[in-house]
């Protein structure tokens, strides 16, 4: 069995996007929109494949060296603006996470690769903000972003728990890859994917434990992976 820190048990954190709230597909247009405005063609489809679980940093930094074109000054303040406008009016929490959360004991923290305000509202629109605050991290707060282990290695010093005490709920490759490199136990989450059983398949690979499908399933994969 894990050893508790001294809340009563392991660290639980979770990805936003996409595990606590269905926030892909947004995120996706919006960019998608915005790149077409300026010239360069991208579905939301696309997007959402290439760049998930990405902070929007790395993700533009990758689309001007992919098209050698220098995105325009407000670019970022732009897409950011929008995403939050469209969150505000259009954004839903995922399915059974509230009762995920109510029902997994112990402290739990989000750690995204959003910006902060993206966080905040996100939670804040969905309801599920009191189930973490404070234990709000963002990649902004870091140098690297995802795949690399910075973020998760932050949220576990924050919350004064070692990182081999914590468990990490992600639906991304890159999300599950930082998590591992960080010593930390990830379960990969499909449930708002469109392709599952490929999804699945990649967050095998990248170091998940174990993948779940239904949020309601969260806290039956924690405790067989560690006694709980």
């Known amino acids: 069995m894990w050893p508790c820190n001294s809340r009563g048990g392991p660290l639980v954190i979770f990805d936003c996007n996409g595990v606590l709230v269905d926030s892909e597909p947004i995120a996706a247009a919006v960019l998608a929109e915005a790149l077409k405005r300026i010239g360069l063609s991208a579905s939301a489809e696309t997007v959402m494949r290439r760049f998930h679980g990405r902070r929007p940093a ?17 670019f970022p303040a732009t897409v950011a603006a929008e995403t939050l406008r469209r969150m505000r009016s259009e954004l839903r929490a995922m399915a059974h996470a509230a009762h995920a959360l109510t029902w997994i004991r112990g402290p739990k923290a989000v750690a995204s690769s959003s910006p902060p305000d993206r966080i905040r509202v996100s939670l804040e629109v969905t309801g599920l903000i009191r189930f973490f605050e404070p234990r709000l991290f963002s990649a902004s707060y870091v140098r690297r972003g995802k795949p690399a282990p910075d973020l998760f290695l932050l949220a576990a010093a924050r919350s004064e ?68």
Do not use: Y
């Open 58 to 74: 790395d993700i533009f930094a990758t689309v001007e060296t992919a098209t050698a074109t220098k995105l325009p000054f407000d």
């Open 161 to 228: 728990t070692d990182p081999a005490n914590c468990i990490v709920v992600e639906d991304s490759a890159p999300g599950v890859t930082a998590a591992a490199a960080a010593g930390m136990t990830p379960i990969g989450f499909v449930g708002g994917s469109n392709a599952p059983g490929r999804l699945a398949n990649d967050l095998l690979a990248a170091g998940a434990r174990n993948v779940v499908a239904d949020l309601r399933s969260l806290k039956s994969a924690i405790t067989d992976l560690r006694g709980w």
